[in-house]
Structure formats: C-alpha cells, structure tokens
Nanobody
C-alpha cells in the first residue's frame, strides 16, 4: 500500500522560508517520479514541482527561483524548500506520485504566510 506523509508546514512571515518533507512507503521510491502540488484559496490544485527518478527537476514557471525540490532515495523522502514566501503561497501542499497507473496523494500540509 502506497502511503505519502507530508510534514513541515506552518505559519511563516512573508519573506521567510519553509521546507516541506514527504515520506513515502509502499513504493519503489528510486523509480518513482515525485511531485508537489498545492491548492491555494479559491484556486484549483496546481503542480508546483516535479523530480524524476534520475533527479531531473521541473517547476511551474511562476515559482522558479524560489522553490527547490529534492529527493533522498536512501530515506524515501522528497522535500520542497520554499524561500521568499509570499501571502499568495498560502495553501495546502500535497505530495503526489503516479505509480503503476494510479495516483497517490498525501493528506497535505498547510502553509500560511502572514503579510
């Protein structure tokens, strides 16, 4: 059973930083492409960043330069480092993988940026 568990969310002042983590189990992590999505108030869930099994990263254009995705295959963990946070980054952040034809989501972690 694939399970994704996010952590690291919280309240931060605008301009601050947070690092989110996602621990994966029940999956051959080394071959899985891992993604971070977010859902901000009033908006649909959007892809934030992707990291392939080989470590190739992609970001939504508006977040390039502020967010960094990384993975640690020894720990089955994917992280999202967020810098220069803005109030519009407030929302729920979700870890995701598409594995053997199915979508798997974590429960989400909340990020609140105070202006």
């Amino acid at each position: 059973q694939v399970r994704l568990v996010e952590s690291g969310g919280g309240l931060v002042q605008a301009g601050g930083s947070l690092t989110l983590s996602c621990s994966a189990s029940g999956v051959n992590f080394k071959i899985a492409t891992m993604n971070w999505y977010r859902q901000t108030p009033g908006n649909q869930r959007e892809l934030v960043a992707t990291i392939s099994s080989g470590g190739v990263t992609n970001y939504t254009d508006s977040l390039k330069g502020r967010f960094t995705i990384s993975r640690n295959n020894a720990w089955n963990r994917v992280s999202l480092q967020m810098r220069g946070l803005k109030s519009e980054d407030t929302g729920a952040y979700y870890c995701h993988t598409f594995y053997y034809g199915r979508n798997f989501w974590g429960q989400g972690t909340q990020v609140a940026v105070a202006s």
